[in-house]
């Protein structure tokens, strides 16, 4: 099928030059989800336990202010948990900094940072009329709110390359999503209890073949 790559809102180009001014990693509404690739590239990539883990992320429910913020907008799936359903993201400060952020705004884990932290402030639409398919790539709603790093003068980038980024990305969240959808329906039938920690224990058990199935 054809593929077309479009820009949104009448962008002529796409402009991005990172700043390094850290609103991302420290916006007291931006909620940094993850995946469980994302989970195995802190094991295998910062050799995280699963106790590391465990103290760098958070299971988020509805109710938690960050996540009611963005419910309309989340593509990501929410896991069955003690707690209930719930987003895992990464855990933030008292003062809303990203665990990982240092003083110098430098992100400490940068080689190894979710997927949701590489493709930001862009974003892209898909739409399919049956001949063909067209990615309409734009930034997204807190790049427009806060990222000084797509003003005029920022450096032009290749739509393509942008649009390979979230191409990858995109796969890497559906195939999370179809994992927790797994684990949900397991909860259902009370095959497994909705253990947060556990849910991350096998992933960690599943490393290898998940690496084969969805090598990053
Ligand atoms: S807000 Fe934009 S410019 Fe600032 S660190 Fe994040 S991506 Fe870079
Ligand atoms: S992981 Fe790194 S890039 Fe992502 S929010 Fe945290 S500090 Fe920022």
């Not at 802190?42 to 760098?56: C, N, P, R, W």
């Not at 993201?89 to 992100?107: A, H, I, P, V």
């Not at 080689?111 to 309409?136: A, E, V």
Request: aromatic share 10%; proline share 3%; hydrophobic share 35%.
């Amino acid at each position: 099928m054809e593929e077309r790559i479009k820009l949104a809102n009448n962008l002529k180009v796409l402009r991005f030059s990172c700043m390094k001014c850290g609103r991302c990693c420290k916006d007291e509404k931006t909620f940094v989800n993850i995946t469980f690739q994302d989970i195995l590239r802190l094991h295998t990539g910062l050799k995280y336990s699963l106790e590391d883990i465990m103290e760098v992320i958070g299971f988020y429910t509805f109710t938690d202010v960050n996540v009611k913020e963005f419910m309309n907008h989340m593509v990501y799936s929410p896991l069955h948990t003690e707690k209930g359903l719930a987003y895992i993201g990464l855990l933030k400060k008292k003062n809303y900094r990203c665990t990982f952020l240092d003083q110098e705004d430098n992100c400490t884990i940068y080689p190894h940072r979710p997927t949701i932290c590489r493709t930001f402030p862009f974003t892209y639409l898909l739409s399919d009329n049956g001949k063909s398919i067209t990615k309409t790539i734009g930034y997204t709603r807190k790049g427009i709110e806060y990222c000084p790093g797509i003003k005029k003068t920022a450096s032009i980038i290749k739509k393509k390359k942008i649009s390979e980024l979230l191409v990858k990305s995109l796969a890497e969240i559906v195939a999370d999503a179809k994992m927790i959808e797994t684990w949900n329906r397991m909860v259902k039938k009370k095959q497994i209890t909705p253990k947060a920690g556990k849910y991350i224990a096998s992933i960690l058990l599943m490393e290898r073949k998940l690496k084969e199935e969805y090598s990053s």
